[in-house]
Nanobody
Framework: QVQLVESGGGFVQPGGSLRLSCVAS????????MRWYRQAPGKERELVAG????????NYADSVKGRFTISRDNAKNTVYLQMSSLKPEDTAVYYC????????????WGQGTQVTVSS
């Protein structure tokens, strides 16, 4: 069955770094655009970063530009989110999303990993 399993979350002080990973299985990873979303308590889920099928194009929320980097390894069915210069406002549950818009379409989500930035 389809699975997206995130890991790498945790507790970090402001200014610190974390690297999130999301391992996919059960579908053709290399045919899907990959995205990272986050949801803070009391807020709507927001798109943090996205990467195209072959990794040729990326996009970021303004709030994380210059601090976060999304990448993927299609040989390992894995997408990463390198987070640096973390701020307390980055605290959220981070979700991995796989999206295919051409037929057969698909839209899959992981269970999320908690990131807490606090002194």
């Amino acid at each position: 069955q389809v699975q997206l399993v995130e890991s790498g979350g945790g507790f970090v002080q402001p200014g610190g770094s974390l690297r999130l990973s999301c391992v996919a299985s059960g579908f053709t990873f290399s045919s899907y655009h990959m995205r990272w979303y986050r949801q803070a308590p009391g807020k709507e889920r927001e798109l943090v970063a996205g990467i195209t099928i072959r990794g040729g194009s990326t996009n970021y929320a303004d709030s994380v530009k210059g601090r976060f980097t999304i990448s993927r390894d299609n040989a390992k069915n894995t997408v990463y989110l390198q987070m640096s210069s973390l701020k307390p406002e980055d605290t959220a549950v981070y979700y991995c999303n796989a999206l295919r818009v051409s037929y057969p379409t698909g839209d899959y989500w992981g269970q999320g990993t908690q990131v807490t930035v606090s002194s």
